[in-house]
C-alpha cells in the first residue's frame, strides 16, 4: 500500500505539470484552431533562461523565475506576430506546418547556445523529505504541486473575471461575433501565445528542478499533447483532469509494469489511452461535439 501511494502521489505532482503545460496547447486550439508543436521548444527556452539566470549570474530563483516568464510571453507573442500572423484565414494546415517548422529552428537555436549535456539547478527547495505515514515525498514535488494549482487558480480567475480573459472566451466562442463586439482578435490570438509560453516554462522550470534540464525535455510538448486531446482540445478543465490521469497511469504503469516487461511502457501508455479513448470519444472526454449543416 505505501509504495501505491507513492506512485499515487508522484503521478499526480507530474501529472499536474502536464495539465499546466496542457492548457497551453487548448488556449491556442481554441483561438485559432491550430495544434502548436513548438510547445515542448517554448517549454525548454523558458526553462533554460531561468537556469542560465540563477547558475550563472546568481539572480534569486524567484526573480530569475519571473525574467523567464517575461522572456517568455515576449517570445510566444513575437513568434504569433512575425511568423504565425500571416497565416491566418488560411487552411488550418498551414499553422500547424508553421509549427513544425518553428519547434525545428528553435531546437536549433537551443542547441547553438546551450548544447545537449544535462545541467542541474542549484538546490531550490529544502532536501529534507516530507513523510506522511508510509509515504514520503521530496519537497520539490510537493512545493511543485503546490505552484501548479496557485498558477491554474490564477488562469481560472483571469478567464472568468479579467477583461481580457472575457474577450478570450467570447473570441474562441464565436470569431465573428467577437470582432462585431468590438475585440481585436488579432490581440487576443498574440495574448494567448505569450499565454502558453507563459505555463509552458513554469512546467518547464518544475520539471527541470525535479528531473534536471537537457534538449530532451522538449519531449514533454509531445507527451502532453495526449493530455490535451484526451481532456478535449476546446476544454480547459479538460485539460487538468486529463493531466492528472495521464500522470497517475504513467506513473503506475513505470512503477508496476515496466519492470515485468524492463520498460518502456511508461513511455507509451499515454498514448495507448489516447487511442482508446478517442475511438470512444472523438472529441475526447470534455470537448464540445461540432456539427455542421450544409
Not at 507513492?6 to 499526480?12: A, H, S
Not at 495539465?19 to 517549454?43: C, H, M, P
Not at 500572423?85 to 509549427?99: E, Q
Amino acid at each position: 500500500m505505501a509504495f501505491f501511494l507513492q506512485m499515487l502521489v508522484t503521478g499526480i505532482v507530474v501529472g499536474s505539470v502536464y495539465a499546466l503545460v496542457a492548457l497551453g496547447f487548448v488556449l491556442i486550439y481554441k483561438s485559432s484552431d491550430a495544434i502548436n508543436f513548438a510547445q515542448g521548444e517554448f517549454l525548454l527556452i523558458g526553462t533554460y533562461v531561468c537556469l542560465t539566470l540563477v547558475a550563472s549570474y546568481n539572480v534569486p530563483f524567484i526573480a530569475a523565475l519571473l525574467l523567464a516568464l517575461a522572456f517568455s510571453a515576449l517570445l510566444g507573442w513575437s513568434v504569433e506576430k512575425v511568423v504565425l500572423r500571416p497565416f491566418i484565414g488560411k487552411p488550418v494546415i498551414s499553422m500547424i506546418m508553421a509549427t513544425i517548422g518553428l519547434s525545428s529552428v528553435l531546437a536549433g537555436i537551443v542547441h547553438i547556445i546551450w548544447g545537449h549535456e544535462t545541467r542541474v539547478y542549484p538546490p531550490v527547495f529544502s532536501e529534507k523529505p516530507l513523510q506522511f505515514g508510509e509515504v514520503i515525498i521530496a519537497p520539490v514535488y510537493a512545493w511543485s504541486f503546490v505552484i501548479v494549482m496557485i498558477w491554474l487558480i490564477i488562469f481560472t480567475l483571469f478567464f472568468k473575471y479579467s477583461r481580457f480573459g472575457i474577450a478570450m472566451r467570447a473570441t474562441a466562442d464565436d470569431q465573428q461575433a467577437a470582432l462585431s463586439m468590438g475585440i481585436s482578435v488579432k490581440t487576443i490570438f498574440a495574448i494567448a501565445w505569450a499565454i502558453a509560453a507563459i505555463v509552458s516554462a513554469v512546467g518547464g522550470v518544475l520539471l527541470g528542478n525535479i528531473n534536471g534540464v537537457n534538449s530532451s525535455l522538449s519531449l514533454i510538448g509531445l507527451k502532453v499533447l495526449p493530455v490535451a486531446i484526451l481532456g478535449g482540445l476546446d476544454s480547459i478543465p479538460g485539460a487538468i483532469i486529463g493531466g492528472i490521469f495521464i500522470g497517475i497511469i504513467e506513473s503506475m504503469t513505470g512503477g508496476y509494469l515496466d519492470p515485468l516487461v524492463g520498460g518502456g511502457l511508461k513511455e507509451v501508455i499515454p498514448f495507448v489511452i489516447l487511442v482508446i479513448i478517442l475511438m470512444v470519444k472523438p472529441y475526447g472526454l470534455f470537448g464540445k461535439k461540432e456539427i455542421e449543416r450544409v
